[in-house]
């Protein structure tokens, strides 16, 4: 498939051009991933028994050979989105190793050319790797200076940099994901940090759901505990207020030990806060009885089988990353499927049993508020939003990078009001005055204003890290 990937890249330009709806999607997408400048270091990782990885990023490897040293990481750049991986290094003793992007593959490569698009580094020489163009290019570089290897894929073309020159490119997939691996073959300690521009999500824990509606056969005061009176799926529905966001990654986990005549669902709903009624209802599910785990999507005529092991530990969950929906069991994918990165999917599940079913289940996405949140534009268009009780709630989509979020406040004289600061600023995804990446939501105290400014408009400007000036106007009644 790889070899048609130009063919590929232009037929996705052809439709994208020609149906509207598809190019918003693209071009949100894009938006979101437009930085490619500030890493994150990668340091949870999982190779071959050889390999110890849990020192990262110091690893140590039992004897010599490219077959006994892959890497892999669960950071990954989503598909749709631009990103990069990044490797500094100083002097190389007798190392040799690689680092690079695996296309769709989340296992540890155990061949030298299992990574798509990679560096390859040895004492002598820096090599840019993409096996499946046979292209193998070497490079020179200083021993004892820092250098710098990147790989930054940007829209359907990958660029291979070498302190900051770009050496190499090459065409690339942009609906795929690309895993952060690497192989070693030298023995010994292996010292390798390994940056990438998004985060690891895999081994978050997330919070659990408590907060329930359902069918008025289901309990969900007790919850985890569900009482449901009388069997049946019409009956058994729910569903949480809790969901994951647009345009964010994210999740929702299951676990059980032991299922005694049992029958339920969890699973996410997408743009749907109503609970289900039908057993097609939840579009991402899990299915579990006291026999198989079945996962089900229903809208792709998807039902696939799984078996588990009564009485030990058993974790379900599914993964929203980019454009695509991981069913893991137990931590290993076993289904992947399309998911629209730009619809919003609440959690909800489905209990067919009569009696108390236990069902914990958590999300990567706490509770959010079901009050409205003003909406900051790039210019004022004649309507404010009112403010009560001196709190001002506003969203705010950070493109760039976590930190501090710049804002100012002015009142109807074009005044800034030095009193509203940092101290005022809460976001309420984190319970931190800082912006995160990607959607926020924020609630701003403006209790510290004069008094008797009520009556008074004021107008709010955030700035990003492009000098871009977003406002907000609104009314302190």
């Known amino acids: 498939m790889k070899t048609n990937i130009k063919l590929v890249v232009l037929f996705f330009c052809i439709v994208w051009m020609s149906n509207p709806v598809f190019a918003k999607k693209i071009t949100n997408v894009n938006k979101q991933a437009s930085n490619l400048n500030y890493p994150y270091q990668v340091t949870t990782w999982t190779g071959h028994p050889n390999v110890n990885t849990t020192s990262s990023p ?37 190392h040799y190793y690689i680092i690079g992007l695996s296309e769709d593959d989340p296992s540890y490569p155990t061949s030298t050319t299992a990574l798509d698009y990679a560096w390859y580094v040895n004492p002598s020489i820096v090599q840019t790797r993409v096996p499946y163009l046979n292209s193998y290019i070497n490079h020179s570089y200083t021993n004892g200076q820092n250098n710098v290897l990147r790989i ?125 009624t039908s057993t097609t209802t939840l579009d991402y599910a899990w299915y579990v009885t006291p026999s198989l785990v079945q996962t089900r999507v229903p809208h792709l005529n998807s039902y696939i089988n799984h078996s588990y092991t009564n009485g030990q530990n058993n974790v379900l969950r599914i993964e929203k990353i980019g454009c695509w929906a991981y069913f893991k069991l137990n931590g290993v994918v076993v289904v992947t499927h399309p998911i629209d990165p730009d619809k919003e999917y609440y959690v909800g599940g489905m209990i067919n049993s009569t009696g108390t079913n236990t069902i914990p289940i958590s999300c990567s996405h706490k509770l959010t508020s079901s009050r409205r949140y003003a909406t900051l534009s790039h210019k004022l268009n004649g309507g404010y939003y009112q403010v009560s009780d001196d709190k001002l709630y506003f969203e705010y989509y950070e493109e760039y990078k976590d930190g501090d979020l710049e804002f100012h406040l002015y009142n109807e004289n074009n005044n800034e009001e030095t009193s509203i600061n940092q101290a005022n600023l809460t976001n309420l995804e984190t319970n931190t005055n800082q912006k995160k990446y990607g959607t926020n939501r924020f609630q701003l105290d403006i209790s510290t204003l004069n008094p008797s400014s009520s009556g008074e408009y004021y107008i709010l400007e955030v700035i990003n890290d492009k000098q871009e000036i977003f406002k907000l106007k609104f009314l302190r009644i």
């Not at 140590?60 to 631009?82: H, L």
């Open 58 to 94: 110091n690893f140590y490897k039992s004897g010599w050979g490219w077959n006994t040293g892959g890497i892999i990481s669960d950071v990954r750049i989503p598909c749709g989105q631009d990103g990069f991986i990044e490797h500094s290094f100083t002097t190389i003793n007798n």
């Open 152 to 276: 930054e894929k940007i829209g359907s073309l990958v660029y291979f940099k070498l302190n900051g020159i770009v050496v190499g490119t090459h065409p690339i997939d942009p609906d795929k994901e690309y895993y952060v691996g690497g192989m070693i073959n030298s023995g010994g300690t292996n010292t390798i940090s390994i940056s990438c521009s998004h985060k690891s999500l895999i081994n978050s824990n997330g919070y659990p759901i408590t907060t329930w509606t359902g069918h008025s056969n289901v309990n969900t005061t007790s919850s985890p505990s569900f009482y449901k009176s009388g069997w049946g799926w019409a009956t058994g529905g729910f569903i949480s207020d809790v969901k994951i966001l647009s345009q964010l990654d994210g999740f929702v986990e299951h676990t059980f030990t032991t299922i005694n005549n049992r029958y339920y669902m969890i699973g996410l709903s997408e743009n749907d806060p109503s609970y289900p």
